[in-house]
Nanobody, 121 residues
Framework: QVQLVESGGGLVQEGGSLRLSCAAS????????MGWYRQAPGKQRGLVAT???????NYADSVKGRFTISRDNAKNTMYLQMNSLKPEDTAVYYC???????????????WGQGTQVTVSS
């Protein structure tokens, strides 16, 4: 049993900032890559940013320079600091983690329930 819970979404004006959190809990042996994805209505879910267990980050071109991904391995928590938000950032943001559970030998992907981010113009 692994649970990912996102928080921090909301309504913000263009140019504003939000900080998203994703807390992982359950029978976790280790977490490899974690990432943030987003999906707008009628669109495919797309990658926003990923971060390895060692802290190496990659970003989609559309958010590079504005968003910062980070993680606290001791807390099994990942963050996404979003600055200079634009209306096109409006989407449901999902947390993803590659997890090895307590009695397993392989990674499996796990998703959070999503948190809504709305940026008004």
């Amino acid at each position: 049993q692994v649970q990912l819970v996102e928080s921090g979404g909301g309504l913000v004006q263009e140019g504003g900032s939000l900080r998203l959190s994703c807390a992982a809990s359950g029978s976790i042996r280790s977490i490899n890559v974690m990432g943030w994805y987003r999906q707008a209505p009628g669109k495919q879910r797309g990658l926003v940013a990923t971060i390895t267990s060692g802290g190496s980050a990659n970003y989609a071109d559309s958010v590079k320079g504005r968003f910062t991904i980070s993680r606290d391995n001791a807390k099994n928590t990942m963050y996404l600091q979003m600055n200079s938000l634009k209306p096109e950032d409006t989407a449901v943001y999902y947390c993803n983690a590659q997890v090895i559970k307590g009695s397993d030998a392989w990674y499996t992907n796990h998703w959070g329930q999503g948190t809504q981010v709305t940026v008004s113009s």
